[in-house]
């Protein structure tokens, strides 16, 4: 790693400098005062004088000793963190607010494609975005520069995380920059943490290239099977012949849903699900849902309830992505649920807030807390809702928070074992807070 301590260093040999000389001007004077006083003053006021710069030529030295300690125990500690920070796999660039770099690793030389001695104490301004070798460094400083640019956290929220996808060199980044705080709490610059995600992100394309290219083949004799077994449950056949016919028909809807899932967390996990937004009343859209519903629940034996707001609510919406969320939670809290148990749908405005409040309350068997956190990861099913509904693809609420959070909302849950569970989401009531490109959300 290579640092620009060069002013550092100066500094503290001037204050050395300093401290030395200011000995040596003590200790002569003393000496001085010391000889005049034996010829001009009492031997008592010598003695006395003498006792004097004693004490404090010893508190002199051990001022001198702390501070030399000090400066030594912050030398390690500087040479240490130099030496985590020049072998950090993650690229690490230092600036102060004028943009003069401080620290420039040797991971970020690498990523960064530069010579850190090109760099350090140099202000990185715009106008060396011009140069060729400075073009990557340029997009990472100034990431509106970028191809293409995801922000990962809220705006004016530190650290800042942002992910850029840059072309010829393929390199995809996460920059996280933060705050460089002094003691008294003002700001003397900046660092950005720069991960190179290119090698982890092919493997994710190449994992949903095979995916995609498979489910599509499944697919196709899937949607076959199932049209042959739905033409054939029309026709007249016997009870044992209806039955097995019914069975298949039902296997094939499953593997189909499956099939469909599975390519719908490959487009979402390539940023291309496709969105159509639209105005829409949010307590009517609900209340089409439920409505579809109803016959689900009464073949569970369900009560379904919907505390509708009285007033109208308009959102921004894309009403098949948001259905399909929807429909999913509520789909969870019948099949999930107990014997004659109740499924409460909520609609509510959020005090002071742009957003509308949905929430989705079952009296089910609920979910352990210690699987809570992985509620909605791919793939997850927790061990107490396997022994209920055996079949399941592990992938709707995976997809149902990605949904939610592209229309600009949150989702969430809490849970009590075999109390119920609630799911909470929200969606906004101002259009400009749902996100303007597609974004892609991945597991936490």
Same mark, same amino acid.
């Given at each position: ?60 030295? /051990?001022?001198? /000793? ?96 942002? @992910?850029?996808?840059?072309? @010829? ?8 920059? @933060? ?15 720069? #991960?190179?995600?290119?090698?982890? &992100? ?103 309830? /919907?505390? #509708? ?41 959020? #005090? ?14 609920? &979910? ?54 609630? /799911? ?21």
């Amino acid at each position: 790693m290579a640092i620009n301590s060069m002013p550092k260093k100066q500094k503290n040999s001037l204050i050395k400098s300093a401290e030395m000389r200011a000995f040596w001007v003590f200790l002569v004077v003393a000496i001085v005062i010391l000889i005049l006083s034996i010829f001009t003053q009492p031997l008592s006021w010598t003695l006395i004088m003498l006792v004097v710069f004693l004490v404090l030529g010893v508190i002199n030295f /051990f001022i001198s /000793f702390n501070l030399a300690k000090t400066s030594r125990n912050a030398k390690l500690e500087r040479t240490e963190l130099n030496a985590i920070i020049s072998n950090l796999d993650t690229g690490v660039i230092a600036y102060d607010e004028n943009f003069r770099i401080l620290i420039c690793n040797r991971a970020a030389e690498n990523i960064l494609n530069i010579n850190a001695k090109d760099i350090l104490g140099k202000q990185f301004s715009l106008s060396l975005t011009k140069d060729p070798k400075f073009r990557i460094m340029a997009q990472v400083m100034f990431p509106s520069l970028a191809p293409l640019s995801v922000k990962r956290s809220e705006a004016g929220i530190y650290p800042e995380v942002i @992910d850029i996808s840059l072309d @010829d060199p393929r390199l995809e980044l996460r920059i996280s920059t @933060d705050k460089l705080i002094g003691l008294e709490g003002e700001i003397l610059g900046f660092v950005k943490l720069i #991960k190179d995600r290119t090698r982890e &992100i092919e493997i994710l394309r190449s994992k949903n290239e095979f995916i995609t290219t498979a489910s599509h083949q499944l697919r196709t004799p899937l949607t076959s099977l199932y049209w042959i077994f739905e033409s054939l449950n029309k026709e007249t056949l016997s009870e044992e012949q209806k039955n097995l016919i019914s069975e298949g028909l039902t296997v094939s809807a499953r593997a189909l849903k499956i099939v469909n899932d599975l390519l719908d967390v490959s487009k979402i996990e390539e940023g291309r699900f496709g969105y159509h937004f639209e105005n829409a009343d949010i307590g009517e859209f609900l209340e089409k849902i439920l409505q579809e519903k109803a016959s689900l629940a009464e073949e569970y034996g369900i009560k379904l309830y /919907f505390q #509708k707001s009285e007033e109208s609510i308009v959102c921004f919406i894309d009403k098949e992505k948001l259905s399909y969320a929807v429909s999913n939670l509520i789909d969870n809290a019948i099949k999930y649920n107990v014997e004659n148990g109740e499924v409460t749908v909520n609609l509510s405005r959020l #005090k002071d807030k742009p957003y509308v409040l949905i929430s989705i309350k079952d009296t089910g068997i609920g &979910i352990p807390p210690e699987e809570m956190n992985k509620l909605f990861t791919k793939f997850f099913r927790a061990e107490n809702a396997e022994k209920v509904v055996a079949d399941g693809s592990g992938l709707g609420l995976f997809i149902a928070k990605n949904i939610i959070r592209q229309h600009g909302g949150e989702i969430w849950a809490e849970s009590e074992l075999n109390r119920g569970t609630t /799911f909470y989401f929200t969606i906004p009531t101002d259009s400009s807070l749902v996100p303007p490109k597609e974004t892609i959300y991945e597991e936490e």
